[in-house]
Every structure is written in C-alpha cells, then in structure tokens.
C-alpha cells in the first residue's frame, strides 16, 4: 500500500472532475486526508463520499478560488479542524476559447481572476498556514500552452505562463520557511476543458499520433503530483515538471514501432 502521504491533510482546488479529481483520488490512494473543493457542494460530497467509499479519509468543502475572502475562511476552516494542512494542489481553472481579435475585457479578466489571482490567492491563504508549521508543499497546475502558443486562447496562455513564473517566486519567498512551491505543466489532455479530445475518433488520431501511444488521461498527473507533494522530493522547489509525454519538445517524426536511426 502507497502510504507516502500518509499523515498529511492536502487539498485540491477543482477536484470535481478532470485532472483535479485524478489528482484527489492519487493523493486519497496514497495515504493524505483529502479535501475535495468544488464550486457546488453537492459535486464535492459526492467526489468525498467516493474516496470514503474506498476506504479512504477525505472531507469536502465548497471553494471558487475567484472569492479571495471565501477561499481564506475555507482554508483557516480546515486548518482549523485538522490541525494542520500539508498540501496544496492549485488545479481549478478555466478556458474559453476565442481568438485574440475577438478577445473580450471580461473574457480577459475572467481568466486572470480564476487561473493566475484565484490561484496566488489560495497560495497565500495556505502559506499563512503553512508558514505556522513550518512545513507545506503548493502544487501549481499549469500547462505545456504556457511554452507553445496555439492560438486558442491567449487570455488562458498568459496565465498559464504566469504560473510558473509565480512558481518559481514564492519557491524563494517561502522556501526558507518551509514550503516548497512547484508546478506541473501538462500537455494536452482528454477532460472537459479540451471537449474535442473527449469524441473518440479524434482521440484516437490523437493517440496514435502521440509518442508514448496515448494522449495524456487524468490519471497521468496524479503520479506527479504525488511525488512533489511527498517527502521524496523534499529537495525540490520552484520546477515545472512537463507532463506530456514528450510532446512539447520533439518536432520530429513519430517513430513507428522500430528504433530510432542513429544520429549520423
Ligand atoms: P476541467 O475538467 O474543465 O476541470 C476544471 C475544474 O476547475 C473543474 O472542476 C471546475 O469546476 C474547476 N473550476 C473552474 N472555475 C473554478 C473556480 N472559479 N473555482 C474553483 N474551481 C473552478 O479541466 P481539466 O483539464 O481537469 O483542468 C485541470 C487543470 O489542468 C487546469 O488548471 C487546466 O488549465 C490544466 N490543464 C489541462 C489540460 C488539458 O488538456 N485538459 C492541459 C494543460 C493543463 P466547475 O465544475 O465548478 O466549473
């Protein structure tokens, strides 16, 4: 049995579905009390229950990481009930895609106020605890768009690359208090927020087209995320860790099935 959070009380922003839930359900199956946010408390219920369910310890809380006073009296709440919170796991966010001639000022700050304010928010909230353990891991989930523009949203792209540089500034601020900050970028992945990749022939095409044999699945953060929130990476502070199989710096041909010809 996984018990590398054992102990530890972690929560996780957008844990409802996605990426988010994958993430809770890893954290939950490695030993952490999990405490899954969501906008609606009925989604966040359920989400616990599941996790209960598997004999799991999990707690659920209603959180929009856009209301700054709402998120600091969720995260004092549940420090205060656990004594402690070990983990931050900055998932929630949002992408609506519009080209950047039709971008709006409300389409605009919208992003900002749920990916990148939302986010620092809820950072602070939790150091303001963390920093009273002296001790916490924040986990920021960025994306491999925050590197590679694609032209679907510029609004979400800048955001995503704010968080690394966020990243790496509070990994300094607050490293010498005990708390390590890192980053997560993933690439493209079959949820919701990429509804295209949710049709079966174009995750197919996807798959086949990908270097490892399939896009990215929810699942496949939860292995990280794990990792940089467990003492093994104690010693890591202020990565953004790619999670894309490969894809964000090969611009070569897909190999197909033999090996590799050797560099001349
Ligand atoms: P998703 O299925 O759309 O999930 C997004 C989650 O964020 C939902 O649970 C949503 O909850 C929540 N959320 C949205 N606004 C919120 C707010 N104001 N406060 C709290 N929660 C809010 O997308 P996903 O793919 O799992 O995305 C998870 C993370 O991975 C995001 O940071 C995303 O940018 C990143 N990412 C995704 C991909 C990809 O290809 N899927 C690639 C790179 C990075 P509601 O149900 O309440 O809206």
Known sequence: MDRRLAGMVALVTGAG??????IARGMARAGATVVVTARTSAIAEQRAAELVAEGHQAHAEVLDVADTAGTRAVIERVAETFGHLDVLVNNA???????????????WDRHHAVNLRGLFFCSQAAARVMVRQRRGAIINISSTSAILAAGTSVAYYTTKAGVIILTRDLAGEWGPLGIRVNCIAPGGTATQMVPSLLDPAVK?????????????????????????????????NGVTLIVDGGAAFWRGRRSLGGPHPLPP
């Not at 579905?17 to 994958?22: F, L, M």
């Not at 990280?224 to 990476?233: R, W, Y």
């Open 17 to 22: 579905r996605g990426i988010g839930w994958a």
């Open 93 to 107: 966010a949002i992408l609506t895609p519009r080209s950047a001639l039709e971008m709006t000022e409300e389409l």
């Open 204 to 236: 197919a095409h996807a798959d086949a087209s990908s270097l490892l044999g399939h896009i990215g699945e929810p699942d496949d953060l939860a292995g990280p995320a794990v990792f940089l929130a467990s003492d093994e990476a104690s010693h890591v």
